[in-house]
């Protein structure tokens, strides 16, 4: 494979990674208010699982070195937004 697909690989896994990451980020934000926290939770899951799967499908093409290279971007995300996030729960005040 050549470097331009490689690197067009590494953006879609971070692109990935974003919004799967994002993704529960947004959900757990709005689950103390959910009126069906189960159907939340799970519709959340199966969006982002459905999502994941599909674009590590494409991003492999029959190729592994594809798909380690879109995994590297989805865990690069991943850290960068935990140093963003922080990884303690914030606690609102009353």
């Known amino acids: 494979m050549d470097k331009i697909t490689l690197f067009l690989d590494l953006l879609a896994g971070m692109g990935l990674g974003l919004f799967y990451f994002s993704g529960i980020w947004w959900t ?15 519709g959340s899951f199966a969006l982002r699982m459905t999502a994941c799967a599909l674009v590590f499908y494409l ?19 991943r850290r960068v937004l935990i140093r963003r996030w922080g990884t303690r729960p914030r606690l609102q005040s009353a």
């Open 59 to 77: 991003v492999m093409d029959g190729h592994w070195d594809g798909l380690i290279i879109a995994l590297l971007g989805f865990l690069l995300i």
């Open 28 to 42: 757990l934000r709005r689950l103390p208010n959910a009126r069906r926290p189960a159907f939340l939770i799970l």
